[in-house]
């Protein structure tokens, strides 16, 4: 079946400019994750979605930073004046994992969106 | 809270053996391991929940001392695929993200 699709898999924009990038997880997943990963470094995490809600937002850096996932199943994160700190991968992975479990279990990653800011 | 990995980067020849460890200052839930290749997205190759449990995919095991917090990945006879990045990520109890450490490069040479 199809894996995490994330949209797009680059984007180049100039510093102070707003930012969507687009993720769709593997059918049934409830979980959803977002992650920044720069050059050298592990993936950070930044969200974690069950469902509709964020279970857990305390990874986002700041107040520029929003995602939602108002289905269930496609998310976007959102980037407001975009600073050049912001350019790196932006991960997103998905789960089977269900509302009270203890773990996250497997998680599948997307392709990641390469963001270059200017 | 984020894992510390030892060493940072291990280089290789075909059919070595690796060691790559992974230890938290907290009481760890469970302990994820993924392998990145270059410009590709982390893929999974287990996860070890707390009990000390040890695990084998192949030539690839590791292992949880849930009372020292700490995770290790042994690959034996590796192989050139095997190169990569290695990535623990940790959860504690109650918590409701996993945290990855900062990787380990490993490099097999033929």
């Known amino acids: 079946g199809a894996g995490v699709s994330q949209t797009p898999s680059n984007k180049v924009t100039e510093k102070g400019k707003y930012v969507e990038l687009r993720c769709d997880p593997i059918s049934g997943h409830t979980a959803l994750y977002w992650y920044r990963q720069s050059l050298g470094q592990g993936p950070e995490f930044l ?13 986002l ?7 939602v996932r108002p289905e269930g199943s496609v998310s976007t994160l959102k980037i407001q004046r975009t600073e050049r700190g912001d350019s790196a991968v932006y991960l997103c992975a998905s789960s089977l994992r269900r ?3 203890g773990g996250s279990g497997e998680l599948f990653f997307g392709e990641g969106s390469r963001l270059t800011v200017l | 809270q984020q894992p510390v990995q030892s060493p940072q980067a291990v280089i290789l020849r075909e059919g070595e053996d690796a060691v790559i460890n992974c230890s938290s ?13 270059h410009g590709e997205a982390p893929v999974f190759l287990m996860i070890l929940l707390k009990g000390g449990e040890q695990k084998g995919h192949e030539k690839i095991s590791a292992s949880f001392n849930e009372k020292k917090q700490q995770s290790s990945l042994y690959l034996t006879a590796s192989q050139l695929s095997y190169s990569g990045t290695y990535f623990c990520g940790t959860e504690i109890q109650g918590a409701q993200k996993l945290v990855f450490g900062q990787g380990t490069r ?5």
Request: aromatic letters at 18%.
């Open chain 1, 47 to 59: 969200i974690y979605f069950q469902g509709t809600g964020a279970a857990d937002d305390s990874g």
């Open chain 2, 106 to 110: 490993l490099t097999i040479n033929p």
């Open chain 2, 25 to 37: 200052s907290k009481a760890l839930y469970s302990v994820h391991w993924y392998r990145q290749k």
């Open chain 1, 61 to 67: 850096p700041n107040d520029r930073f929003f995602a």
């Open chain 1, 99 to 101: 509302r009270g479990q």
